[in-house]
């Protein structure tokens, strides 16, 4: 069982920046892929980000191309992620996952934090 558990959320104004960080208790923490899904306030949630185990490659939605950075320190277990050039549009509950692969994180992760409110203001 992997526990996984965001920091970092607030509140900042738009063009703004925040870094959110997911701490895994798992000791294989560097065999998981790792992602970040976000929920907006009546929408669904939805996929931002992956990264694979070693960090080489990862992956990101359209709408955060550019803007967000997602990395991780496996000596840590600890995964990133960095939000650059923030919009009100970006406001949401941020979830950490994890998963076997990022196939996995991306559909149907094995495992997700609690989640970390963003809010972006105008």
């Known amino acids: 069982q992997v526990q996984l558990v965001e920091s970092g959320g607030g509140l900042v104004q738009a063009g703004g920046s925040l870094r959110l960080s997911c701490a895994a208790s798992?000791?294989?923490?560097?065999?998981?892929?790792m992602g970040w899904f976000r929920q907006a306030p009546g929408k669904e949630r939805e996929f931002v980000t992956s990264i694979t185990w070693s960090g080489s490659t990862t992956s990101y939605a359209d709408s955060v191309k550019g803007r967000f950075t997602i990395s991780r320190d496996n000596a840590k277990n600890t995964v990133y992620l960095q939000m650059n050039s923030l919009k009100p549009e970006d406001t949401a509950v941020y979830y950490c996952?994890?998963?076997?692969?990022?196939?996995?994180?991306?559909?149907?992760?094995?495992?997700w934090g609690q989640g970390t409110q963003v809010t972006v203001s105008s």
């Open positions: 996952a994890a998963g076997r692969s990022p196939t996995r994180v991306a559909r149907s992760p094995d495992y």
């Open positions: 798992e000791r294989t923490f560097s065999n998981y892929a």
